[in-house]
């Protein structure tokens, strides 16, 4: 039982580690006010980029590499509509989602039915070796690390320094921003250009780490569910984190389900993620206080200089 | 003296580029695709008589062209009303998907059954199961504030999952060797032939029934009006004292129901009987042609003629041209891409502008 | 002028143009500014003031004309390059950041070294100096408009400025505010600091000001000095013709037609004003006005007299007697009470809607709809009716709202609401950002209404307004309602002693 505990946990960690990735780059983005509904589609084709250069016979780093720039191409089409020909940010995303979906599934025809070998597990000395926990969560690939270590520098950025600071400005007021002489446009071209890389790289991580091979559509949803944890972690990053391992958990349980001895219609436990996603927004949309008081102010609202 | 290409907002909106907009983005997604076959080393001229020629070239390829319209009509003529009050049903393909499961539940529970009322009976149940699945995410947004967007899809995955279980599990054909699918429905509940010798069916019928309904509705009823009002000025609305969590149920329930229409169409129709997935992605496409039909009952129609034609166009490609039918989704995804683009000029146009200039 | 231009100017600018779609906001306008002078730039609503500003700000960029700055040219391409050049803006609509604190919000705005702790000191030097209290470390949603303001002075004062624009900064402040901020200009100025005031108020630029520049229609019609010039002459500059006269009929009030009684309502916005026992009474025939600051609960009683938010207890507001407190906006429409918001684009009209479209809005109760739908032939012709007797300049009943200006939007709304014939109106800042010309004849239209026996209560800001044509004025501030006094009962300073509320004893307390 033990064991299985661990493994759910170490499970728990991997299953979220991609919505990490990509919640915290939808963070950036909508704390300068724009929304981009496109995660899903940026997530899918960082997922292939990474899938076909790895298994091109490049490294897994050049992988990843890959796989942010593939999403943040896609951010780049989802900017130019929004911020420079003002179309509206709803519509434009779901058109990136739709569109991604259809490129990666092109694209990924000749990728199909191959594997490639994920990073190694790395144990870190004396922590691993913690009992139930220390498997868990320190005998985990380097992303995992990476993901946390992103997790702190994006908290230390948003919250410490004039850089987080001005995000959070734009975010709130873009005319206020702008009066007093910052580039609005410019600032959120560079917060929808890092969220998309960001959900890239998560989609890197689905295709060449935690499943590893390329099957279609095979994000399956989990870029909504990023959105929604931005939503859920009313917008700070510590309940990012906490959201997106929650969600790993409910993905991970599918699979351990019979080992813990639980015997429901793998249909059924499949809607979980899903389920839980629902029941998580309506509990924090209850309170339009909470969502007021943290929501960027302008978020998907157009804004253009005069 | 440089000079420098400046968007420069108008007045008042182009009525013109309105409805240039549409052409335009359809225009620059054929030129598009030419370049991108031509670059797959295709010829172009052999690419476009494939896509868009050889589909429809004859009785059969246009019955089949209207055939996948119809639900992409009927599913967007609902969406549209929605998108004008700003709510956002985004999983039509999961209303779609509950309007076909409990449209097939009847079917097959009444196997057998003689006499006219079973159809009858299956479009109510589609009806009420779309709108009903969608009426989960108005009461979560009414009640909750819950964003309807993520609500709709998340249960788009959930109705997805559910008609697994169905055809897996009570609804699954014992003889069917194990397939994840029902029994073939009887006669009594599937839809007449149109032309015999083809496969399209009366179902079309109810999107030509649902055209002028959502145009009266949208646009001559005080109804819609209000609905409309809601969508462009939500202060404005609330003001005039029209009801928010009505135009929230209202347009719900009706894209939701006329999406489990469409669920009943397939199932009852080409289809004829349950399958674990009744739609190759109708509801997101009809989002496309909604908005590419300028949410207007009429743009609606013809944006859904040429959306079905990307899907024929792209079996039509598979089998001659060896390209993965995935390029139907590429296409429709640059099709919205280039609207939204093309849209800029209705409220904005370019002018030319010195750089240098501003001071002598 | 001439013993001025042998000192180098601090600013001037020759032949600066601006055009918009449509409009020439500024054309070839000259302006000198001398070091340590306060001159004004008069004019009305639209007069093309806040887009000259704008361009010395660095904001927008003229189409034509040379600026000069310490007698060298210049161009100023952004606000950034401004400020370095020592110029410094105070925006009508201030540029700051609800959700941060006041350092935040200062430290943006600064360059160099991010260091909050060091700045929260320098903050208070400065706002010890000129009488400027605030306190670092707040949010700046818990501010009043008075304290905001001061934010954004002490964050151009920060920066040494050579040039301060002042933006209408009295529009949002209590009388006494007003004086406290002279007397911080005018020891700026003294220091040698230039300062242009921009405002459409006589009475202030006379008291404050050195020298005036008037604009009228994007052109200077003149220059003054404001001390030698008298209201009516100044009004000339500004408006081309004399001030428009109203014609005041003798009414006598009636029965109480509204009623509000004890009012409470807690705020659900965490940035907004609760209500606490607000009473007010307004007969037929009245007019009874509400003074005070913006975001001392105007927004909040608004929202509840209209039905736009329902009251849990219906008695707190009464129609003709009857308890109307937990019913919508449509369905107090239906009683008889007619409402103008102060957000006219948004939520008195659709933008995008076409007036005819924008008339059913509220008028659709006059047979405007049959059956289940739209009688487009009525709709078309109430919307022509409501245009030409209103005055509305429009390209007909199918022009977009957005396509109206400010003043004529306001007599298309006014006139919707006038026509449905209520027996209580309800108007809020019946004339802000309008022009001379609709701001009589909408303030005309009210007193007429209130002639034939309509009850009217009217928010305003503009205390001259009120007293204009009010009955009874009353005061609003913090959520609380002081007592209506008969106008001929009190005087613009007792009503601006009342609107002072926390900024006033922020005022003793320094």
Redesign the interface.
């Known amino acids: 039982m033990l064991d299985h505990t661990t493994a759910l946990l170490a499970a728990t960690m991997a299953a979220g580690t991609p919505l990490v990735y990509a919640a915290l780059g939808e963070l950036i983005t909508e704390k300068s006010g724009v929304v981009n509904l496109g995660v899903e589609g940026m997530m899918l084709v960082g997922a292939i980029a990474a899938f076909a250069t790895v298994a091109s016979g490049n490294s897994l780093l050049a992988g990843v590499i890959a796989g942010g720039l593939a999403g943040m191409l896609l951010a780049l089409v989802f900017a130019v509509l929004t911020l420079t020909l003002m179309a509206n940010q709803y519509a434009t995303g779901l058109a990136l989602s739709i569109f991604g979906i259809g490129l990666s599934a092109f694209v990924g025809k000749a990728w199909l039915g191959m594997t490639v070998t994920g990073f190694q597990k790395v144990s870190i000395p004396l922590l691993s070796s913690i009992p139930v926990l220390g498997g868990a969560l320190f005998q985990q690939d380097m992303m995992v690390y990476g993901s946390i270590a992103l997790f702190a520098l994006i908290s230390l950025v948003l919250y410490k320094t004039k850089t987080g600071l001005l995000l959070r400005a734009v975010g709130e007021s873009p005319d206020s921003a702008h009066a007093i002489g910052y580039p609005v446009v410019r600032i959120r071209y560079l917060a929808t250009l890092a969220g998309g890389a960001l959900c890239g790289v998560g989609g890197a991580y689905l295709s060449i780490v935690y499943t590893p091979m390329w099957v279609e559509n095979m994000v399956a949803g989990r870029g909504w569910i990023a959105l929604a944890l931005t939503v859920f972690a009313t917008w700070r990053p510590a309940r990012i984190l906490l959201g997106a391992y929650l969600f790993g958990g409910m993905t991970s349980l599918q699979f351990h389900a019979q080992g813990l001895g639980i015997a429901i219609s793998p249909y059924l436990l499949s809607m979980l993620p899903y389920l839980a996603t629902i029941v998580v927004l309506v509990v924090i949309s209850r309170n339009p206080q909470t969502i007021r008081l943290h929501a960027p102010a302008s978020l998907g609202k157009p804004f253009r200089p005069n | 003296m440089t000079f420098r290409l400046q968007l420069e907002s108008r007045p008042v909106a182009s009525r013109t580029m309105r409805y240039v907009a549409p052409v335009l983005a359809a225009a620059l997604t054929l030129v598009t695709g030419l370049v991108l076959f031509y670059a797959l080393g295709k010829s172009p001229v052999e690419a476009f008589k494939v896509f868009f020629v050889d589909p429809i070239k004859d009785l059969n390829g246009i019955t089949e062209w209207l055939l996948k319209a119809s639900p992409l009509c009927l599913i967007a003529l609902g969406l549209a009303v929605g998108f004008r009050a700003n709510v956002w049903n985004i999983g039509a393909e999961g209303q779609l998907t509950m309007g076909a499961a409990a449209a097939g539940a009847l079917a097959v529970h009444f196997d057998g059954a003689t006499g006219h009322w079973l159809l009858p009976a299956m479009l109510v149940a589609g009806l009420v199961a779309g709108a009903a699945w969608a009426g989960i995410a108005a009461l979560l947004r009414s009640r909750f504030n819950a964003n309807e967007i993520l609500v709709t899809l998340m249960l788009t995955y959930i109705a997805t999952f559910f008609l697994g279980y169905l055809v897996d599990g009570p609804l699954k054909d014992p003889n069917g060797q194990n397939f994840p699918q029902s029994i073939l429905f009887g006669e009594s509940a599937l839809f007449p032939l149109l032309i015999e010798g083809t496969r399209l069916n009366a179902s079309t019928l109810i999107t030509l029934l649902a055209i002028p309904f959502v145009w009266v509705l949208m646009m001559r009823s005080f109804v819609g009006y209000q609905l409309r009002v809601s969508g462009l000025a939500q202060d404005a609305a609330v003001y005039a004292g029209f009801s928010r969590t009505k135009a929230i149920w209202m347009t719900l329930l009706l894209s939701g129901g006329l999406a489990g229409l469409a669920g009943v169409g397939e199932v009852a129709g080409p289809i004829g009987q349950l399958q674990p997935s009744v739609s190759p992605g109708y509801g997101f496409a009809a989002i496309i042609v909604a908005f590419v039909g300028r949410l207007h009952p009429v743009g609606i129609v013809l944006a859904s003629l040429l959306m079905s034609l990307l899907y024929l166009g792209g079996e039509s490609a598979q089998i001659a041209l060896q390209l993965p039918n995935a390029i139907t989704g590429l296409f429709q995804g640059l099709l919205l891409f280039f609207l939204l683009g093309t849209d800029v000029f209705v409220n904005y146009h370019l002018r030319l502008v010195r750089v240098s200039g501003g001071q002598k | 002028m001439t013993i001025a231009l042998q000192q180098h100017a601090r600013l001037r600018l020759q032949g600066i143009t601006k055009r918009y779609?449509?409009v020439v906001a500024n054309d070839s306008v000259d302006l000198t500014v001398m070091p340590g002078e306060i001159h004004a730039i008069l004019g009305e609503n639209g007069a093309g003031k806040s887009t000259l500003m704008k361009m010395i700000y660095?904001?927008?960029?003229?189409?034509?004309?040379?600026?000069f700055w310490d007698g060298h040219?210049v161009?100023i391409a952004?606000?950034?390059a401004?400020?370095q050049l020592g110029i410094g803006m105070v925006?009508q609509?201030?540029?700051?950041?609800?959700?941060?604190t006041v350092v935040?919000n200062v430290?943006?705005?600064l360059e160099g070294k991010?260091d909050l702790t060091s700045l929260a000191s320098r903050i208070e030097d400065v706002s010890d100096r000129y009488g400027l209290s605030i306190e670092p470390h707040r949010h700046v949603h818990s501010l009043s408009v008075g304290e905001r303001q001061r934010v954004e002075i002490v964050r151009c004062l920060l920066q040494n400025p050579k040039l301060l624009i002042m933006d209408e900064p009295t529009s949002v402040l209590t009388p006494q505010a007003v004086i406290r901020l002279f007397i911080t200009l005018r020891q700026l100025a003294s220091e040698g600091c230039s300062i242009l005031y921009i405002s459409h108020k006589l009475d202030e630029i006379r008291q404050l000001c050195d020298r005036a520049t008037v604009l009228r229609s994007g052109k200077v019609s003149g220059e003054a000095n404001p001390a030698e010039e008298t209201p009516a002459t100044l009004a000339q500059l500004m408006i081309g013709t004399s001030l428009p006269e109203m014609s005041r009929q003798p009414r006598t009030p009636g029965e109480v037609k509204l009623a509000i009684k004890r009012l409470t309502r807690q705020t659900?916005?965490?940035?907004g004003v609760s209500l606490a026992q607000v009473r007010l009474d307004v007969h037929a025939g009245e007019i009874v006005g509400i003074a005070g600051v913006s975001g001392n609960g105007q927004a909040e009683l608004m929202a509840a007299l209209?039905?736009?938010q329902t009251l849990a207890d219906k008695h707190m507001v009464l129609l003709d007697g009857q308890p109307v407190g937990h019913l919508?906006?449509?369905?107090?429409?239906n009683l008889g009470l007619g409402?103008v918001?102060e957000?006219r684009l948004?939520?008195?009209?659709?933008?995008?809607?076409s007036l005819a479209?924008n008339a059913?809005?509220?008028a659709?109760r006059q047979a405007l709809?049959q059956g289940?739908?739209?009688s487009?032939g009525r709709i078309r012709q109430f919307a022509l009716q409501c245009i030409s007797s209103f005055g509305v300049k429009c390209a007909g009943p199918q022009?977009?709202a957005?396509?109206l200006s400010g003043g004529n939007l306001q007599k298309f709304i006014v006139g919707r609401e006038i026509l449905q014939s209520p027996h209580v109106l309800i108007v809020a800042q019946p004339t802000w950002g309008v022009d001379v010309g609709a701001a009589t004849f909408i303030r005309q239209q009210l007193l007429d209404l209130a002639a034939k026996g309509v009850a009217i209560l009217v928010v305003s800001e503009e205390l001259e307004e009120l007293f204009q044509i009010c009955d009874r004025i009353a005061v609003l501030t913090g959520g609380t309602l002081s007592e209506a006094k008969p106008v001929s009962e009190t005087t613009i300073e007792e009503i601006g002693m009342l609107m002072g509320g926390v900024d006033a004893q922020e005022g003793e307390a320094a």
């Not at chain 3, 660095?58 to 600026?67: C, M, N, S």
Request: proline share 13%.
């Open positions: 779609p449509g660095g904001a927008v960029r003229p189409d034509a004309g040379q600026i040219p161009q952004s606000p950034m401004a400020r925006f609509h201030f540029s700051l950041f609800e959700t941060l935040e430290a943006l705005a991010f659900q916005d965490p940035f209209s039905g736009e919508d906006a449509g369905s107090r429409r409402f918001p957000e948004g939520r008195g009209a659709v933008p995008d809607m479209e059913v809005l509220t659709h709809v289940p739908l739209l487009m022009a977009p957005r396509s």
